[in-house]
């Protein structure tokens, strides 16, 4: 079976910077294009960012661009997203998930993990 484990979410202040990884197994990174979604208490999930397995092309969410990085490192089965200026606006449960595209629209979603929480707060 699937699986994507998130891990490295916690507790930062604002205009601090974090680190958050998604380890998978039972999958390669060559299998999907990888993404990050998030969903904050009482709000609408949000695609953050995707990463295109063919040729890294990257998407942002408007509310992270040019501040959060996605990359993915292939040997490890591993996808990082980098977080930069963190507000309180960002706080949320960050989950890993397995795209079919990566398009714009940051949606295409197959299998997804349990989530890691990021809180920005002082």
């Known amino acids: 079976q699937v699986q994507l484990v998130e891990y490295g979410g916690g507790l930062v202040q604002p205009g601090g910077s974090l680190r958050i990884f998604c380890a998978v197994s039972r999958f390669t990174l060559d299998n999907y294009d990888m993404g990050w979604f998030r969903q904050a208490l009482g709000k609408e999930r949000e695609g953050v960012s995707c990463?295109?397995?063919?040729?890294?092309?990257?998407y942002y969410g408007e509310s992270v661009k040019g501040r959060f990085t996605i990359s993915t490192d292939h040997d490890q089965n591993t996808v990082t997203l980098r977080m930069n200026n963190l507000n309180p606006e960002d706080t949320a449960f960050y989950y890993c998930?397995?795209?079919?595209?990566?398009?714009?629209?940051?949606?295409?979603?197959?299998?997804w993990g349990q989530g890691t929480q990021v809180t920005v707060s002082s």
């Open positions: 998930a397995a795209l079919q595209v990566c398009t714009p629209e940051i949606d295409d979603y197959v299998y």
């Open positions: 990463i295109s397995r063919s040729d890294r092309s990257t």
